[in-house]
């Protein structure tokens, strides 16, 4: 291939990787042309885009940007794996899929710079939560002990009006109220 050649997808693989920095890598090599269709069908209903990349003119298409990392994972055929909600979400989509297909290898993943390597990398990001998630998580955090502090000031009022309630309907009803001792 001539230089003027590998320039040209070099500055494709730039615009079209444009502001991800979270990716996943895989190997599709392998995987019967059906089922290469379903699974990227079946990701691109999730807006998860599979690209098959030259692993050389990444290198150099992903220096100094958020996808730098991958370079680790960027060993024979390799495929890009991008979007979704989160790279976390993509990761659970791929794990998914990887039960499905036997010849679908997780090469890894980056997210945010840490570069996670291989299957066990992959699978370990799929646990991760996705930014939604942590979000709520950090909401009902903050407001646990608000809302502690809430029940425990308005308990013993709460216990105080059930007793003059009770007193209420007694007298109201015409009974006696005794002491209890």
């Known amino acids: 291939m001539s230089r003027p050649v590998k320039q040209m997808i070099v500055k494709e693989y730039q615009k079209r990787f444009e502001g991800v920095d979270n990716a996943l890598l895989v190997d599709i090599r392998g ?3 059906n089922d290469n269709n379903a699974l990227r069908l079946g990701l691109l209903k999730k807006d ?3 690209t098959v990349i030259r692993n050389t003119l ?6 100094g940007t958020g996808l ?7 060993e024979g055929p390799s495929a890009l794996c991008y979007g979704g909600s989160s790279v976390v979400d993509v990761a659970r989509e791929l794990v998914d899929w990887a039960k499905k297909l036997d010849d679908l290898d997780l090469k ?3 997210l945010d710079g840490q570069y996670f390597d291989g299957e066990n990398g992959v699978k370990e990001l799929s646990k991760f939560p ?7 998580k950090v909401v009902q955090l903050v407001l646990t ?6 029940g425990a000031a308005v308990g013993p009022g709460r216990k105080l009006l059930a007793i003059v309630k009770e007193i209420q309907d007694r007298l109201e009803d015409g009974k006696t109220i005794e002491k209890v001792g």
């Open 68 to 74: 730098e990392g991958l370079e680790a994972g960027l």
């Open 58 to 63: 990444a290198k150099d298409a992903f220096e």
């Open 130 to 136: 996705t930014r939604e998630e942590a979000q709520a």
């Open 145 to 150: 002990p608000g809302s502690n502090l809430v």
């Open 48 to 50: 998860i885009r599979v």
């Open 108 to 110: 890894g993943a980056i």
């Open 31 to 33: 995987i019967p042309a």
